[in-house]
């Protein structure tokens, strides 16, 4: 019984460490509500995510904040659970009072709250999740997205497959991707722009391997088989890192050329696969954190690397980008509580990130509210300046913001009603 | 246990629905979605008590029906329109006892670990089909809107409309585990080979409850598609059913309200924790290991012994 | 489809069942002969993963040390889970149910230290010296660290068996297994003997996560992502029974590798048709699983 008192003893100081965390409330700040993944495999994403906003943040306060307000960030880990997230969600709007939802890392837990937004007409800021929905089937008003979506990886992966078309004729294409929505969005948007853009291919297999598969031979050695020209995967993190490992000893990466747009460059793939990712490899990600050569980005990256001990995943440079959009709109309006007039300011908002090359802007096209960016595709080249990882992207090629966006015929098709309505 | 008087249950009956009740002053949102989370998952872990901790039968795919409730009302809002909110409730919940009937003959067959094995393969395949057919169920992506329309839209309504249907639940099961009905199912989680000494078969008898644990099970996914406005494969994951196991446990799995009280202990918990450290996975998993092996009757039946023993001098001791 | 391919593709199939099986193995060793269900089986994975990589990349290990290394971690970690936590449950009523919440509040705990411990980066560890190309025969090309992992694979299977029908402690755990109050009575210490099956049985997660780790990404979350393939494995095999557990995992490396290469749209979901099917006819899965106590 005594080792039961104790226990009880034990529970109710570790509920009482827990509970004087919440800092009292200043008079003049705009609250930033994030929910960002920080267990599992996408709990990288999550921490680097918010590791950045609050570096943003540390900066704008620094300079005295925006209009006398300064900014606040709470952040909860989402679980990646859409129900858990609509759930804290809520908690932020009616009780944390938040100015703006911010974050999320999946879609489906994306999807989700964009639904709340909607509904307590509450600023809800997309940093990562690409699912082109969010800008396109389901965009509501109060929804902005500020890094870029599948669509638009897709686009400029379709124009780089025609530039290379030219070179060096190929005819065959074979695609790998997790069978869930992610996956075979990749394929039908990347299909879509190919057709847009007069490319002639044929397909030779479509493999869905489970998400988080740990075993890809099969899929390798069947591939082989098809013997494709171009391997396009929508495989992410840790799966691109098994796919690329285990095809290694296959030799599978001379037999075809291996290009994933969306998410293959993505930093952690190249830090985990080291020196086993092959050179020549098409690779992009949303961000990168040799590309472009500016002096804004290089800060960027290395006051990352300051503040956490390592180089930060694409996801960063959304949130990053993220409470910048969001200081700008507030800067603009004069307040955080004004959403229609937010609203309006984040609407065509020019925003100059780490990840635009010297002469371009950012934008927030108005019409989707989808952010508007130049985007990179490089291949793995040797590169050991941002250790562990010994291969880094090189021999860019450039694709123009508005030659990757979707097409008004494609908003017609799938657009929301809301957005259906403003393109009238 | 099921011996308290008239009086006190009335007691805390009502007492349960006045405290319920007046949720909605609070004027806060945040709050009534809490207060409706615990009532819908109350009523799903004791609906699934009904299965473990009176008849012994631990299932690990409770998720499956949980996910049919809530699949009934999406896809139904999702072809259909948003009138059909109500008639999606029902089909999910009709959908769950047609397929509890069917696949209790699959794992009916079974006992023990065995039946929770394959109760779990069977949630997981579920899962995978949901996930996986995302061309009709949305996938990963989930469906969202799922608004119910006429009055039932407001959130206030809506909270009352749930109120109702948890507490007439509630009070079924209650009545169902204080009949004879309820004692043979007792009979089989303690001694099967003398139930059907006594002439009832066992298997029909876990069968019945079977379907009956699965039907609450999807009215509770169902109602929580309304609460979220949203629902995603998650929801027939193994973690779902997982957790319906940790809220009867933490509540006590031989006390009819000892699940009720632990759904809400654990969406408290998960809430407050989750705000405040990102390490709340190695929190909640501490105090679940703790309950587990310091106290395995549950908060209320530690409660019920704590008083019992307080009443005798300590002499009398509850068999676990 | 000629005959190269398909002893590629076959390959493919045996390396995927190794992996399979050798996870499985630990889960279905200790569940045969303890009874218990370890859902964090996984997790005792990932702590091998993750301990050869501290021990190749910081102590400048040898790989095959690092396994070994990984295999003695996982097991002393999963004999103390065992003597201090499991220990206390045994014999209750509805163990079952206590069993998977115990260990399944091991699954958040091991989870949040492994992330303490390691941080979230993706980690990497390459493939041993030596086993970093193929073999090549004509047209077949045949990884030699992928050869390595089903040589691991049967050596196990061999040691296994000669262990547990060969040798004394072997003929002890399987009598255990079987009426644990007799061997009780005869003198043997059960609770070491189950400790000791125990810690075996994690040891055999560590050594597997550490063999994957070079084929696979170290990230946390990754016990939780094998340990449902595991659990397909150990019920198709027939719960707690080695020997089928091989088969099971060869029967479901081999039907994904032809899946695959046939029906790739559909691929992903015959491991769960092979069980599906399997359990309707045979709920106790294809070979006769071990008697177990009432639970």
Sequence with gaps: MRG?????????????????????AEDKVVKIGALYPMTGRAGLYGLDSVAAAEMAIAEINGKGGVKGYKLELISTDSQAKPDYSVQVAKRYITSDNVHFLFGVVSSGVGLALTEVSKQYKKIFIGTDHASTQLTVDKLQPYYFRVSNNTFQSMAAGALDLKERQKAKPWQTIAYIGPDYAYGHDQWNELKYNLDRFGVKYKVVGEYWPKLAAPDYTAFIT?????????????????????????????????????????????????????????????????????????????????DFFKKTGRYPSYSAEGAYAGVYAIAQAVEKVGNPDDAEALVKAFEGMKLKLPEDPDGFTSYIDPLTHQIVQVQAIGETVANKDFPPATRMLGNWKIYKAQEILPPPEYLKEHGSDYLKGRMK | MEAASDKKALLFWGLFLVVFALVPISRNDYYLAMANRILVWGMFAVAFNMLFGVTGMLSFGQALFFGLGGYGVGLMVKYLGQAWFLAGLGAGVAAAAVVAYLLGYLVIRVSGVFFTILTLAFGQLAWQITFRWYRVTGGDDGIQGLVPTGILGDHIVYYYFCLILVACSVWFLKRLSASPQGLILRCVRQNPARVRFLGRRVRRNQRRIYVISSVFAALAGGLMAGVDNSIHTNMLNWTTSGEVILMSVLGGIHQFFGPFIGAAVIKVIEDVVGARTEYWSLIIGLVMMTMVLLFPRGLVGEWVSFKARMRSGGARKEGV | MDSSFLLVQFVSGLTMATLLFLVASGLTLIFGVGGVFNFAHGSFYMLGAYLAYTVVS??????????????????????????AFLRRIYGRSEEGGFQILLTYSLILIIDDLVKLVWGTEYKSLSRPAGFTGSLVIGDVTLPSYNLAIVGVGLLVVVVAWWVLSRTRPGRIARATALDRETMGVLGVNVPLTMTLVFGIATALGGITGALAAPLRSVTPGAGIEVIIDSLIVVVLGGMGNFWGAWLAALLLGEVNAIAVATVPEWASLFSYLVMVVTLIFKPEGLFAPRQVRKV
């Excluded at chain 1, 086993?276 to 098409?282: K, N, P, R, T």
């Excluded at chain 3, 400048?60 to 990984?70: C, Q």
């Excluded at chain 3, 295999?71 to 103390?80: E, Q, S, T």
């Design chain 1, 222 to 302: 069947s591939i082989i088989k098809d013997k494709p020209d171009i391997l396009i995967s929508g495989l992410w993190g840790g799966d691109t890192v098994a796919f690329i490992k285990q095809a290694l000893p296959y030799g599978l990466f001379q037999k075809t050329l291996f290009c994933s747009p969306d998410a293959g460059g993505n930093y952690e793939v190249m830090s985990a696969t080291g020196d086993e990712l092959a050179l020549g490899l098409v690779l992009s990600a949303r961000h990168h954190n040799n590309w472009p050569g500016t002096e804004a980005n290089k800060k960027f990256v290395s």
């Design chain 3, 58 to 83: 910081l102590a400048h290990g040898n790989f095959w040390v690092a396994v070994l290394a990984a295999g003695l971690g996982a097991g002393v970690a999963g004999m103390i889970a065992e003597a």
């Design chain 1, 4 to 24: 039961k008192a104790w226990a009880l003893v034990a529970l109710a100081l570790a509920m009482a460490m827990l509970v004087p965390a919440v800092a009292g």
